[in-house]
């Protein structure tokens, strides 16, 4: 199931079932740009039951804790 292998990822720092347009949102912590295009063509794009991924990069924090170095924050629609 998506949301096991989610979970259980090290990139991904939150995740969170919402309401709306997507189904779930993450937050993914890379090094790198490059880093989290890995992310995304290795670990997102080969889930079948992923309909949707829509990214956010974080370009610059004005308020609130920064976590990483780099962070991106992913929409994702999943078939259920």
Do not use: C, W
């Amino acid at each position: 199931m998506v949301l096991d292998q989610l979970i259980k990822h090290p990139n991904v720092r939150y995740l969170a079932y919402v309401t709306g347009r997507y189904d779930y949102i993450a937050i993914i912590l890379t090094r790198s740009s490059d880093e989290f295009a890995h992310f995304m063509e290795s670990v997102i794009s080969v889930m079948p039951s992923i309909l949707r991924a829509e990214t956010f990069v974080h370009l610059r924090v004005y308020k609130g804790k920064v976590i990483g170095p780099d962070s991106g924050q992913l929409s994702l629609a999943v078939n259920r």
